[in-house]
């Protein structure tokens, strides 16, 4: 996997989160995770803490780590309803997103490997919160 230096450091990974969420914001692809964002704590929210994560999980510091006291990708979704449509959106803005900023390389197939791991592994069956009526932190 991508190492955050690989990257081009803090500074490409917060460009590369940004250009993310704009293409979340603004892409038909986005719409269902928009709305699975602004049943939380909304996009703005998700840019940082999608930055503070990263950072850790590509091996630089671990912000999120140090702000909630783990890293588990699961845990952080697991009241979340994830369809494979949703983890198939967020592969295709994420991979949008590190084409549009000129990632490329094997170590950006690598990276693009595990995110592909990684939204399978969140794909779950919690029920739809317009199907229960609940609202969700």
Request: charged share 30%.
């Amino acid at each position: 996997m991508a190492a955050l230096d690989d990257l081009g450091g803090e500074a490409r990974l917060r460009t590369l989160v940004e250009q993310f969420y704009d293409l979340v914001e603004n892409l038909p692809e986005g719409s269902n995770l928009r709305r699975l964002h602004g049943r939380g704590h909304g996009v703005d929210h998700a840019r940082v803490e999608q930055f503070n994560f990263l950072s850790g999980f590509m091996g630089g510091r671990p912000y999120y780590r140090e702000k909630y006291g783990h890293m588990d990708v699961k845990l952080m979704h697991e009241h979340v309803p994830i369809r494979q449509d949703d983890a198939d959106n967020w592969l295709f803005c994420m991979n949008r997103a590190l084409d549009d900023e000129g990632h490329n390389g094997p170590h950006i197939d690598k990276l693009r490997a595990v995110f592909q791991r990684v939204a399978q592994i969140l794909v779950n069956d919690v029920p739809d919160w317009e199907e229960t009526g609940t609202r969700r932190p």
